[in-house]
């Protein structure tokens, strides 16, 4: 697994800066460049652009972006989809388009032998995730966040645990979620799928597999489009997750503790805290930008904390609140 983000160092930059440095001494395990064609260029390419400038071995090669108003310089704009597809100077595709038919580009692309990296949410459901995972090839996931949790804790996942998450991120729903945004066939959902998926995602990756989702509280702005979502999870190890992920409280919030086996484990506003007996190790907030450059460094050498496969447990929460979107 990739070298851990966390820094004990309070100031975002110099983190950033020491992680930067750590890519670039371990630049040898990732073999050759890497060369990534991003696919749509709105806020979550840019965004992807940005962190692979920060990774020595990867360079974007070029952006395929439909809309010409859309400026995608200094980087070479793509012809089209085929070409990229045909090009073997093309190491990887980076899917930053909305997540449905999302899941057709990604099989074309390893298909062409290419790696994929896909944006969150990756699929539309674990149905999806199936018919990738099958497949031969490199696939993994911008869920940036993972990078967050103690390596400790990835090494030995919580059993019998109890968690809460609250996760409120304000929106209006009646800007935010137009376009394709308003779409649940383009966009799987609304909050949770977009932004709560993050730490749906941090929980699953300590809790493990989902056994059942209980939905108990959905609000929609449009069908299929949530602004409220409370549920509780089952977790195969015998741990449960009780979770409130909402767009429409007028106050921001980002709280997820999980106890169990002497253990708790706290993520607030991106700083994690950790504690096992009497000992205790404290992260602050590392940069998601960071993280996200962290991703790309895992991705050039092999997928393990980034892999697709670990989006399973956190599909299905989704695959259940798309569920309760369309009875």
Known sequence: MAESCQSKIGDPLVSMLMIIVSFRRSRTLF????????AGFGRAGRQHAEAIGHVENVRVQAVLESDGGVDTAPHVRASSWADVLADPDVDAVALCLPPGG?????????DAGKSVLLEKP?????????????????VGVMLQHRFRLPVA????????????????????????????????????GGITAHLGVHYLDLACQVLGEVESVHIGNYRECAPGIDLRVGGIVQFTSGSSLSFTVAADVPARAEHLVIAGDGRRLTVEDGAVTYREDDR?????????????????AEF????????????????????????????
């Open 122 to 138: 990756p699929c539309m459901s674990t149905a999806e995730l199936d018919r990738l995972s099958a497949m031969s090839g490199k």
């Open 102 to 110: 999302r899941v057709e580009l990604a099989a074309a692309a390893l």
């Open 300 to 327: 050039a050498r092999r997928p393990d904390l980034c892999s697709l496969e670990r989006s399973r447990p956190v599909l299905a929460v989704l695959d259940a609140v798309r569920n309760a979107g369309t009875r």
């Open 280 to 296: 205790s190790e404290e992260h602050p907030a590392a940069p998601t930008g960071a993280m996200r450059a962290q991703v790309y």
């Open 153 to 188: 804790v990835l090494e030995r996942p919580f059993k019998e645990a109890a968690g809460s998450l609250l996760v409120s991120r304000p929106r209006d729903a009646l800007t935010h979620y137009s376009g394709w945004r308003g779409d649940s066939g383009k966009a799987l």
């Open 31 to 38: 073999g050759g460049l890497v060369r990534v064609v991003i």
